[in-house]
């Protein structure tokens, strides 16, 4: 369930104005310092991400609410961050929990704006230095383990997928907020005739994780950041249990 008004701002952590869209794509930079003043993580958060100038502000509050909820359910590992682009969700990850020795990103091409987004988070939090290391090589090309929390924010259609399988055959933590489905590349199974696309082949993919002995997570991060807000996360069972479902932005 949505929450409304000052209790929604308390358990997001950040004030969610409407006249300050989250979901914007303009650049956070120094003239945006005033609305993160606080104290809370998130506010330093947002400053060093003003300092860097280079994130559009989407981005910030997409990587934000993906951790938090993901850090909920799955402590400590290495974190993978699959599809990563700048590398902000690898960051988020270990600043939410510093018993995660290190984050790696994924992507075969590392934008313009991941230096100097790097560059502030460390001047903010030293401790992170040398403990997010980045390969600009696919997914593929990456080896795997049992203790990774492996971590994809809108890797595009079926790329979702393969960062599904290279979880399981590694028996890995995963979270994925999938974006892009299309129907040549991603499974919708036989779902197709009752709901749209995107969450008949995002609710297979759940399915696929809890049919493959993992406790699943099926949540939503909130709308106005991104309509690509399903998140599913998937934790290795120790005993048996199933899907629950949490949607709505907490
Ligand atoms: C939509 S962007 C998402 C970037 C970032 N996670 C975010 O949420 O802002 C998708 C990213 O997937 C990367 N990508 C494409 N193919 C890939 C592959 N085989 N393995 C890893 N990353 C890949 C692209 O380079 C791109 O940066």
């Known amino acids: 369930m949505y929450l409304a008004g000052h209790a929604r701002h308390a358990r997001l952590g950040y004030d969610s104005g409407v006249t300050f869209s989250h979901g914007a794509k303009d650049r956070l930079t120094h003239h945006d ?6 104290e809370t993580l998130f506010d330093r958060l947002g400053r060093a ?3 860097a100038g280079v994130l559009p502000r989407k981005e910030l509050y997409e990587a934000w609410e993906v951790a938090r909820r993901v850090r ?3 402590r400590g590992g290495r974190v993978v961050d699959v ?3 700048h590398g902000l969700l690898a960051h988020v990850m270990l600043l939410l929990d510093d018993t995660s020795p290190e984050a790696l990103v994924i992507d075969p091409v590392r934008p313009p704006s991941a230096d100097a987004l790097h560059a502030a988070i ?3 939090w030293p401790r992170l230095s040398q403990r997010i290391r980045w390969f600009e090589t696919p997914l593929d090309a990456v080896t795997l383990d049992a203790a990774d929390v492996i971590v994809s924010s809108h890797a595009c259609g079926a790329l ?3 960062v599904l399988d290279a979880a399981l055959a590694a028996g890995a933590a995963v979270a994925v907020l999938p974006c892009c489905h299309d129907d040549q590349t991603c499974d919708a199974g036989p779902l197709g005739g009752w709901m749209d696309l995107a969450l008949a082949v995002d609710s297979l993919r759940a399915v696929r994780l809890a049919d493959r002995g993992y406790d699943v997570w099926t949540q939503e991060i ?8 399903r998140l599913l996360v998937g934790r290795p069972r120790p005993q048996s249990a199933g899907v629950t479902a949490e949607s709505g932005a907490e």
């Open 33 to 38: 310092l005033g609305r993160f003043a606080g």
């Open 49 to 51: 991400v003003c300092a």
């Open 72 to 74: 909920r359910r799955v």
């Open 83 to 85: 599809a990563g682009g």
């Open 122 to 124: 460390i001047d903010a």
């Open 160 to 162: 979702t997928d393969r």
């Open 222 to 229: 909130p709308p106005e950041i991104t309509p690509k807000h």
